[in-house]
């Protein structure tokens, strides 16, 4: 039986991806995040004995806190989080059974020279239109919720990345970007442990919008239609990833959850015909 202080681990599963999704804080020691370096989507590694000094920084109401086997660890920081105001619970089973499970886990390996702990730099051309977009949705959702980027002429990139330790992505050259005929989404998504069905099936209706080859998801025609219509609407790149956050929400939460769910008129409840 759960705890009143546990969050079960399909629970959190659900809520990672979604807007609602609590602060995740892993608090694993050193020696057993060495024996694994790799996160619960979308959460920072933080000391539990500090959690005063970073507690004020986490920006939302609720935290989920992870330790190895959900118990001493977790319990205390989440209780400390409650004592400062924050809504927590731990993570029921911790880390242990989160892996058991076989959900997703993101290799900190592959963020490569980032920091961490949140807060990850990233640069790209200016002017998004959809992979430039649905990457950063990807990386704030699942890999780094404190992720910035910027957005710059697309001759500055390599220099930008450079002098500011930025991670350069959807440019030519670098890790991050279109390998084959891969768009630089499919690549994150393989790179960052993140190949959930879901995401999957939204990484080919990205690819097929961004590659135009919209034969590959019938999807990927309304996707080319919104983004471009986006892009028409928003000069300031920053406003348009706003907007594009909800946008693939929205798709994401389609392909995980309704892609079986249809829509008639007039409906059955008017007492139409089917």
């Not at 490569?112 to 990807?138: E, F, Q």
């Amino acid at each position: 039986m759960s705890s009143p202080t546990t969050i079960t681990i399909d629970k959190l599963y659900r809520l990672i991806g979604t807007p609602g999704c609590p602060a995740l804080i892993d608090v694993r020691t050193d020696e057993d995040f060495a024996a694994d370096p790799r996160l619960v989507p979308g959460s920072m590694r933080r000391e539990h004995d500090r959690v005063q000094n970073w507690a004020p920084a986490l920006g939302k109401a609720s935290a989920t806190v992870i330790c190895h086997r959900g118990k001493k660890l977790s319990e205390g920081v989440a209780a400390w989080l409650r004592h400062l105001g924050v809504a927590a619970e731990s993570l029921e089973g911790g880390y242990e059974a989160w892996i058991a499970a076989d959900y997703p886990a993101v290799p900190v390996a592959a963020l490569r020279g980032s920091n961490t702990a949140g807060n990850t730099l990233w640069v790209t051309r200016a002017r998004p239109k959809i992979d430039r977009i649905a990457c950063p949705w990807l990386i704030r959702r699942f890999v780094d919720p404190g992720a910035i980027f910027l957005f710059v002429a697309p001759q500055e990139v390599a220099g930008v990345a450079e002098r500011f330790g930025a991670i350069p992505f959807d440019v030519e050259d670098v890790f991050w970007s279109h390998r084959g005929e891969l768009c630089t989404f499919d690549v994150m998504v393989s790179e960052f442990g993140l190949s959930t069905k879901p995401l999957l099936k939204l990484a080919r209706i990205v690819r097929g919008a961004d590659t135009a080859r919209l034969d590959l998801e019938p999807e990927a025609s309304g996707l080319l239609a919104v983004s471009l219509g986006l892009s028409r609407m928003y000069s300031n790149d920053l406003a348009q990833l706003d907007a594009g956050m909800t946008l693939y929400d929205a798709f994401y939460r389609w392909c995980r959850d309704a892609t079986d769910e249809t829509h008639n008129w007039p409906s059955a409840k008017s007492g139409a015909v089917p």
